[in-house]
């Protein structure tokens, strides 16, 4: 459920409802405050109105992708782990990319390189953009807490993404986050004390009760942005 807790959050819902259906989803409803809190009693207090999406899921992030790479390889995938891109060369009849384990031929190159894929980008030959790294910091907590959160909160979407959610996990515990910040190093994966601080302010404000609770454990990772104009 996306939660309004400004008269302009409040206003977006309707255009959000409208994009939804236009994607062919048709499940959202715009919800009242008193629904919002029938559903979820410990959220914080403030909030003017919710928008629903029953769809909206969890998922184990770690053995998802184990699951699907293992079904590419039992129907036929080669699946070269460490390997790492040196070089591309365009041909005629495929592509070769030049790899520490050797070359790999193909006719289409998908690059889903992630932080690398504006360098794996330029080894053909293109400079279209630029990879910009943006670290999202979480803080978890420990399983007592997972009464209090019956579905996935979510903040009203602004153009740096959904902002800070407070949402269940597959193994029981309760996170929150992340961060959105923007930086250079793109191996910076170490959390920080900033970080904590605006996720302990922002999840307070969401759901007070629960930061009476034990934090069990906090991590990070990097995504990579890039500017849409450039592409």
Not at 3 to 15: I, Q, Y
Not at 36 to 64: K, N, Q
Not at 193 to 202: C, H, N, Q, W
Request: aromatic share 6%; charged share 25%; with cysteine.
């Amino acid at each position: 459920m996306l939660v309004a807790w400004t008269e302009e959050e409040r206003d977006a819902l309707p255009g959000l409802k409208d994009k939804a259906e236009r994607n062919g989803y048709h499940e959202c409803e715009i919800v009242t405050a008193d629904d919002v809190y029938r559903r979820v009693p410990d959220l914080g207090p403030g909030a003017l109105a919710g928008l629903t999406a029953p769809g909206e899921s969890i998922i184990c992030t770690w053995t998802t992708n184990l699951a699907l790479a293992t079904d590419a390889v039992l129907r036929g995938v080669r699946l070269l782990r460490g390997a790492r891109v040196t070089g591309a060369a365009i041909g005629n009849e495929h592509t070769t990319l030049r790899t520490t384990r050797g070359d790999v031929h193909g006719r289409w190159v998908v690059n889903a390189a992630g932080l690398g894929s504006d360098y794996l980008d330029a080894e053909f030959g293109h400079h279209r953009f630029t990879v910009t790294p943006r670290r999202g910091e979480l803080l978890v907590f420990d399983k007592l807490t997972r009464p209090m959160m019956p579905l996935i909160v979510l903040a009203v979407p602004s153009s740096r993404g959904k902002g800070v959610l407070v949402s269940p996990t597959i193994y029981g515990n309760v996170m929150v986050g992340p961060t959105s910040e923007i930086l250079e190093d793109r191996t910076a994966t170490g959390t920080s004390e900033e970080g904590f601080a605006f996720l302990v302010s922002k999840g307070r404000a969401l759901m007070p009760a629960l930061f009476d609770d034990e934090i069990t454990a906090t991590y990070a990772g990097l995504r990579a942005a890039i500017d849409p104009a450039t592409i």
